[in-house]
Nanobody, 115 residues
């Protein structure tokens, strides 16, 4: 069993930055695919960024150049640095881990971009 806990969400003005953190209950990053998803009200959950166990990354077109996924194996943490935030980035952000054949989700953290 793996528990994922997100933090770092909040209210930020357009153009601002936030860094989300996802803490895992045990060391999995070297064998798991880690990802950040988001879900806005009335919309389906969508992939934002993904990092393979070999640290290859990929991003949704809407966030490319603004968001960066990274990880710290020593801290069992994955991060999502979000810059140049837009109102359309407002959503609940979730951390996901795909470990072999099992998928784990965090509880989510709210990000609101508004003036």
């Amino acid at each position: 069993q793996v528990h994922l806990v997100e933090s770092g969400g909040g209210l930020v003005q357009p153009g601002g930055s936030l860094r989300l953190s996802c803490a895992a209950s045990r060391s999995i990053f070297t064998i798991a695919v880690m990802a950040w998803y988001r879900q806005a009200p009335g919309k389906e959950r969508e992939l934002v960024a993904v990092m393979s166990s070999g640290s290859r990354t990929n991003y949704a077109e809407s966030v490319t150049g603004r968001f960066t996924i990274s990880r710290d194996n020593a801290k069992n943490a994955v991060y999502l640095q979000m810059n140049s935030l837009k109102p359309e980035d407002t959503a609940v952000y979730y951390c996901k881990a795909d470990l072999l054949t099992i998928t784990y989700w965090g509880q989510g953290t709210q990000v609101t971009v508004s003036s």
